[in-house]
């Protein structure tokens, strides 16, 4: 038996397969590109190859497109991206107090105690620092994201690179070019911005214990651990699938939410085949006039969101019930 | 003359019923969304919050439908809410309306003699006598204290309902039945009887649901639109939720704060974090967290617009409360961004992080 967790987020959409004994078997990741259905469904044509609808125990959804996910693939748990997290890093590390997490989008810092989530915070009105503007950033410099990091580390000195605003810490970088410092210098000086605008925004006011596990995509960027490592004075983890944990947590929490109903609401496969989209509309029902998105499979709704009244929501729970059954 | 007001919450009802009261023509502007969201931040200051950019919206809307006089409360306070009249009244001029304000402030900072003559604008439109415009005002009171206790019931129960989505439905229809009345008396009437059903509802007492308070500035915690109607969500999450700061606090607030015995209980608990008032309401934002804190509340959600002085400083107090009464408090920044699925995120993870942290302290027993 396997349990599968999906992670819809900004950038990537992440699947993993656990065995029963929650050791990962399968590790998918592809770029959202903006179709968190599409990318769903380029992932269940990898995995309707090897497994079968009868080999999943149970299914979770996470990120920011964990909704949507949810009613395609009929989820048995749909949780926010910051219990996914600390869900999957204390399957690992028992004894870790603060997580670090920074994916495409989003920058979080969890704490915990006694494996308990203590505390959190996510940035809010700025996504500076986060996945996609290095992404940005390596692609501008000509140099693979892969090797970015690399290049932090060869450097001798460190540029102090404004680091606040991702508009302002590109045209900085730009100035410093112009000045003649070479590329590790500067990438060195982003990283140390980057670093020194999470504590300063996202971390602010929280204390930092150790031990501290450093999570999602930018994890893999050995410049941005070593400048979190020398801000804080101590080492940090990055775990192994770092940039999976929130996929991980998904299926673990999945597999508790079944343990507890009893059966898995996971609907197969057969999804990458179909012919899935979704239409919007305006709710003339009040005021509110809220837009509604309906989720087609094959011409069969199957799932509404957004309305706030749950005139339309309220139907999906029947509809896909009659579709699950 | 035809008066209009900015929406805040139920604001609106209130003034329903004072104008119908007094038999001054007016109009409510619609409630607040993204079109008023967007006219708002093509003309406003850059920097200015977010309640601000909405009032426009609000005003232009007002204006379509042919209002003339806008009225507004004000403050000469040390925030930036001190001087939306003037930059309102600037803004609306430069795009070619001319309006007239009426600016409804706190004698303290204009002298009674101003506000009576602020008021007379008003009440001499109205053909009525005297004891009826008093009348009108009474029952004008009435009305907003009522909508207030229906609120905070509903709220409050939500967490106990046996039907799901009762409270949030009996509180939506409420609103839709009121708006329908033509005077004061129907209004009341009305919400007594759906007063009377919200508490004959079927409850769970058994039921121990979370409980969050709602604190931090006011319009932002006031007006739904601007806080992604974070209330309602709460309600369909069936966590039990209280909100100190509502219009009729703040009516009471006004009324009392010359003989200084206003929001006694507020300001003793906020004293040892902030022994001074620094405009806004963040006296009231630290003393409602230490409040909910004593009061057994699970947590607190903390909701400001950015940019807002008073709230920034709250803020960065919070943590310590946070740490010294063990117990969390998480702050949202609105602002004119549509990123609703990060608020969903951060409620959901709160709302986690409680029950979590609920399940683990009894275990211990």
């Known amino acids: ?325 | 003359m035809k008066a209009t007001f900015p929406q805040m919450g139920n604001i609106y009802i209130a003034a329903k019923a004072l104008f119908e009261g007094l038999g001054i023509e007016y109009v409510i502007p619609p409630k607040c969304s993204k079109t008023d969201l967007d006219i708002g931040s093509l003309h406003s200051p850059e920097e200015i919050c977010l309640p601000f950019k909405l009032m426009i919206g609000n005003y232009i809307h007002a204006i379509e439908k042919g209002a003339d006089t806008i009225i507004l409360a004000g403050s000469c306070g040390p925030c930036r809410f001190g001087e939306y009249c003037e930059l309102q009244m600037n803004l609306l001029k430069s795009m070619g309306y001319n309006m007239n304000f009426i600016v409804i402030d706190y004698p303290k900072d204009i002298g009674m003699m101003e506000l009576y003559r602020r008021i007379h604008k008003i009440s001499s439109e109205s053909k009525k006598n005297t004891i009826q415009k008093i009348n009108a005002l009474l029952n004008a009171l009435k009305v907003l204290n009522l909508m207030d206790e229906i609120e905070e019931t509903a709220h409050m129960y939500a967490g106990f309902e046996r039907n799901k989505g009762e409270c949030k439905n009996l509180l939506i229809e409420c609103k839709k039945d009121t708006l329908e009345c033509d005077n004061a008396y129907s209004m009341i009437k009305i919400m007594n009887q759906y007063n009377q059903k919200l508490n004959h509802l079927s409850v769970d007492i058994n039921k121990n649901p979370l409980k969050i308070a709602i604190i931090g500035e006011i319009y932002t915690i006031i007006e739904p639109y601007s806080n992604f109607y974070i209330e309602e969500k709460l309600m369909d999450y069936g966590v039990s939720s209280s909100r100190k700061l509502t219009p009729s606090w703040w009516v009471k607030n006004a009324a009392l704060s010359p003989l200084k015995i206003n929001s006694l209980k507020i300001r003793k608990n906020a004293k040892k974090y902030i022994p001074i008032g620094i405009g806004g309401h963040a006296v009231e934002c630290i003393g409602e967290a230490v409040t909910a804190s004593k009061n057994g509340f699970d947590g607190a959600i903390q909701i400001l617009p950015m940019g807002c002085m008073p709230e920034i400083v709250s803020k960065a107090v919070l943590p310590t409360i946070s740490k010294d009464l063990d117990f969390p408090v998480m702050s949202l920044i609105v602002d004119d961004m549509d990123g609703e699925a990060g608020y969903i995120t951060r409620m959901e993870a709160f709302i986690d992080l409680l029950e979590r942290r609920r399940k683990n302290a009894l275990s211990g027993c």
Request: proline residues 1%.
């Open chain 1, 1 to 325: 038996m396997h349990y599968l967790g999906v992670d819809v987020g900004s950038v990537s959409t992440d699947l993993v397969m656990m065995d029963e004994n929650l050791n990962v078997t399968e590790k998918i990741y592809l770029r959202t590109k903006g179709n968190p259905i599409k990318a769903i469904q380029d992932g269940f044509k990898i995995l309707k190859n090897k497994y079968h609808k009868g080999d999943i125990a149970a299914a979770g959804t996470t990120g920011s497109g964990r909704a949507i996910a949810a009613s395609i693939i009929g989820a048995d748990a749909a949780k926010n991206e910051i219990t996914a997290h600390a869900t999957a890093a204390l399957e690992t590390h028992k004894n870790v107090r603060t997580i670090i997490e920074i994916g495409g989008q989003d920058s979080k810092i969890i704490l915990l105690n006694n494996g308990i989530i203590s505390d959190f915070a996510m940035n809010t009105v700025c996504a500076a620092g986060t996945g996609s503007f290095l992404d940005r950033q390596a692609e501008r410099l000509d140099i693979n994201i892969e090797e970015f990091g690399e290049y932090a580390l060869r450097a001798t000195s460190s540029v102090r690179i404004a680091g606040r605003c991702a508009v302002f810490a590109e045209s900085d970088m730009i100035h410093k070019q112009q000045l003649g410092y070479n590329q590790p210098e500067i990438i060195r000086g982003l990283c140390d911005a980057l670093v020194r605008n999470y504590l300063n925004n996202i971390a602010k006011g929280k204390a930092i214990f150790p031990k501290v596990l450093f999570q999602g995509g930018v994890a893999a960027n050995r410049g941005m651990k070593a400048s979190f490592e020398n801000a804080l004075g101590f080492e940090i983890f990055v775990p192994e699938h770092y940039n999976m944990m929130g996929a991980i947590g998904a299926a673990i929490m999945a597999k508790f939410a079944v343990e507890k109903s009893g059966k898995t609401n996971f609907r197969g496969f057969e999804l990458a085949d179909k012919n899935i989209f979704s239409r919007s509309m305006e709710c003339e029902g009040c005021s509110n006039s809220c837009e509604v998105v309906k989720i087609f499979e094959n011409n069969n709704i199957i799932g509404y969101f957004g309305d706030r009244c749950g005139k339309w929501c309220n139907k999906l729970q029947h509809t896909s019930k009659d579709l699950l059954a």
